[in-house]
């Protein structure tokens, strides 16, 4: 584990994390013995194949699933006792997006979030104009959700974040199922989060969309985190077991591991 760029402020601090699925006499350990500390401030990308337990990992962080063993702190606290403050905190774009909108058009998606939080109308009614303007989705305020691109609808995922003042967001597969225009128009978001100091986590195996923008990389598989470090030091040593493409097999450098030109 590593401390990178002002991430000197330790966010969640995990250890001996496990999730274990029953059924029947037959035992399914999802995760087992995860130990990671993840630092305010960073870019941090999770890289992993499809069933690696990436999602299911940052499921449990946001306190949506209950680990089986092993212990979660967010800002020094447990979860289950602050977790108003970690749902104000922490965003989570999912993989489908779509699953995430309430709102009949983009703008009352996004005023979903702050209304819940107790804000005035005047209040909610500015977050939804900066979170609008933010995600470059002010032309689509009045467009139902569903009439918005790939790409369009993950920034409003990031819109409805931004607006409920979380400080960290979590990406799971940001770039699965989009076309050109949708991962540009997502990593534009992710390279903007990360420039406003924000907490930006990256849960994807398509590492040469987005490495470009990590401070860390941690590599899990079959539930195990295999590796945690600098992003040149894991790529010299990445095994092939891991299911995930080496995207300087490519590119002749870290910094050239992006989409954005």
Known sequence: MIKTGNAAEILFSIRNLS?????????????????????????????GSNGSGKT??????????TPSEGEILFRGENPEKCGEKLRRA?????QDADAQ??????AEDIAFGPGNLGLSGEEIRARVEDALAATGLAEKRSLPPRRLSGGEKRRL?????????????????PFANLDWPGVIQVLEIIRDLKQTGRTVIILTHELEKVLAYADRLVILHR????????????????KDEYGI?????????????????
């Open 19 to 47: 999730k274990v699925f029953r059924t029947g006499e037959e035992e399914n350990r999802a995760l087992a013995g995860i130990s990671l500390d993840i630092y305010k401030g960073e870019c941090l990308l999770v890289a």
């Open 56 to 65: 299911l990992l940052m499921k449990i962080i946001t306190g949506l699933v």
């Open 90 to 94: 922490v965003g989570l774009v999912f």
């Open 101 to 106: 909108f309430v709102g009949e058009t983009a």
């Open 157 to 173: 995922a990031v819109a409805g974040v931004i607006a409920m003042g979380c400080d960290t967001v979590i990406f799971d597969e």
């Open 223 to 238: 539930g195990r985190v295999r590796d945690d470090g600098k992003p040149a030091e894991l790529l010299s040593r990445l």
């Open 245 to 261: 493409r080496n995207p300087l097999h490519n590119y002749n450098a870290i910094e050239d591991c992006s989409w954005l030109v």
